[in-house]
């Protein structure tokens, strides 16, 4: 699977959009991009993923460039319960996938 | 829906002990992971069941045993229990052809050895 490199920690105002960058320049052409966040210390849970074109969803959107070496994910009005640490993980998704978790993006969302 | 149940939540053990995590998910999803979370650190895959019938070590598999019960329940066993083995475990179900909701996790068993 492809390696994402993430900023460690990002603030972000409440009702503003919080866009997370991440970075996957090695990533093939079967491997899809997915997000998922951790709040405190509760299990991760999905966000979105995508191939290639943009995806939203009620929850965020996600933004791939053509070349698909790095993506934003985008909460459009951040509140304070989006306080989490952000994962961007690229896999495929066989039978034999399998989610490779890095150190995330830290999002503090303040008033 | 439940989703993914892990039992126990909080578990203390002594050194040498042994125990089993359990892990049961209602989704009808073919693969089940097993992972744990140490402070600060991102989830590190230790087993993974890609259907009934199969398993597969991940990442860090030293000291575990996995038993994939059925299609809904995937077990992890500690055979001697070490200090290094504290950490919160996750449990995880997926399945392929449910790519639009991704992985399903537990809210995770919080181990510490002493």
């Known amino acids: 699977d492809a390696k994402t490199t993430q900023p460690t920690s990002m603030d972000c105002a409440e009702g503003r959009a919080a866009n997370l960058p991440c970075n996957h320049s090695?990533?093939?052409?079967?491997?899809?991009v997915y997000w998922y966040r951790q709040i405190h210390s509760q299990g991760p849970q999905y966000i979105i993923h995508?191939?290639?074109n943009n995806e939203t969803n009620e929850m965020a959107s996600l933004i791939i460039t053509e070349d698909r070496k790095s993506s934003t994910l985008i909460l459009p009005h951040a509140t304070l319960r989006d306080t989490a640490v952000y994962y961007c993980?690229?896999?495929?998704?066989?039978?034999?996938?399998?989610?490779?978790f890095g150190t995330g993006t830290r999002l503090q969302v303040t008033l | 829906n439940a989703g993914v149940t892990q039992t126990p939540k909080f578990q203390v053990l002594k050194t040498g002990q042994s125990m089993t995590l359990q892990c049961a998910q209602d989704?009808?999803?073919?693969?089940m992971y097993w992972y744990r979370q140490d402070p600060g650190m991102g989830l590190r895959l230790i087993y993974y069941?890609?259907?009934?019938?199969?398993?597969d070590k991940g990442e860090v598999p030293n000291g575990y045993n996995v038993s994939r019960l059925n299609k809904r329940e995937f077990s992890l066993r500690l055979e001697s229990a070490a200090p290094s083995q504290t950490s919160v475990y996750f449990c995880?179900?997926?399945?392929?052809?449910?790519?639009?909701?991704?992985?399903?996790f537990g809210s995770g068993t919080r181990l510490t050895v002493v």
């Open positions: 995508g191939l290639k």
């Open positions: 069941s890609a259907s009934e019938g199969t398993t």
């Open positions: 989704m009808n999803h073919n693969s």
């Open positions: 995880a179900s997926s399945e392929i052809r449910d790519r639009i909701y991704g992985y399903t």
């Open positions: 993980i690229v896999t495929t998704t066989g039978t034999a996938s399998k989610l490779t």
């Open positions: 090695t990533i093939s052409g079967n491997e899809y």
